[in-house]
């Protein structure tokens, strides 16, 4: 029996994995109340979520707490809580439609292949998909931001366009790491 099974399933990594899930329609549900713009409790809970991405991962390695469960969790959980904002801050026409659109095809086209590809060779994340998370994280919790509540009209737009430049960094690097994981599929499959 490996180590990996004998690591229980409620460990601190995964509590926080759950936790995570849980924050999502809360996020969802603070967003969408009336007066949300001029809130900052949507992109608390936002960033409490995207804490707990990076504290969940750190402690699992740390203390040997990886399990199965938590591998596929922490990947549902992290697509849900990034997805969740893309579709509020479109609906709400913050973001263009179009910008998620490609965002959430390229999120579910790449882990459907990555899932099918895993049976052949895990194919791990590249540095480009690091890029595009972590630019896109910063992006949207930027955009969640109620800038004009605390600053000057122009030092509020001006933030805005920076937090729209960390999307279009993000877009940027989600279509170029997209070729490279469809490359590095025909590679694997063409080695077999």
């Known amino acids: ?3 990996q099974n004998q690591v229980s399933v409620f460990n601190i990594a995964n509590v926080l994995t759950i936790v995570r899930l849980i924050l999502i329609p809360i996020f969802i549900w603070l967003y969408l109340q009336p007066g949300s713009d001029d809130s900052w409790a949507p992109w608390a809970v936002f960033a409490i979520a995207a804490i707990t991405d ?4 750190h402690l699992a390695r740390k ?3 990886i399990t199965d ?6 990947s549902i ?5 990034i997805i969740s904002a893309l579709l509020v801050l479109s609906w709400d026409g913050t973001l263009w439609w179009w910008v998620t659109i490609v965002f959430i095809v390229r999120e579910l086209g790449i882990t459907l292949m990555r899932m099918f590809m895993v049976k052949k060779k895990v194919m791990a994340a590249g540095m480009g998909g690091k890029i595009k998370m972590v630019a896109q994280s910063f992006g949207i919790a930027g955009l969640l931001i109620p800038w004009h509540t605390f ?3 122009m030092v509020a737009t001006g933030f805005l366009w920076a937090c729209y430049a960390l999307i279009a960094i993000a877009l940027f690097f989600a279509i170029t790491s997209a070729v490279e994981y469809i490359r590095e599929a025909i590679r694997i499959s063409r080695d077999d």
Do not use: C, R, T
Request: aromatic fraction near 4%; avoid cysteine.
């Open 63 to 65: 203390h040997n707490l």
């Open 69 to 74: 469960f938590g591998k596929l969790a922490d």
């Open 151 to 153: 600053l000057p009209s």
């Open 54 to 57: 990076q504290l969940d991962g």
């Open 1 to 3: 029996m490996s180590a």
């Open 77 to 81: 959980a992290d697509k849900a809580l």
